[in-house]
């Protein structure tokens, strides 16, 4: 369940961490998409619609529910992005 979803506002990806689940579990992994890198392709929603989600009125992806899929199918999405602009937050 996403901040939103819980009546929270998120302000920055590494918010989530701690409203992804009842139990306020932590995700070990949390991706972010580098907004100006984004050409909007929606190719990470494709492949995982429960974390990404095309934003067409922005022209770029979000990160909408960092802990919704696996980390393997997270990592799927980063791997198939064409413009690289998918990283795993805590690889800074």
Known sequence: MSGEQQGRTCVSVLDCRSCLGE??????????????????CGSCEEVCPEVFKLNESLGFA???NPGGAPEDRVQEAIDICPVTCIHWADDR
């Open 23 to 40: 139990e306020e579990q932590l995700v070990d992994h949390v991706p972010y998409i580098v907004e100006e890198e984004c050409i909007a």
């Open 62 to 64: 979000q990160v909408i």
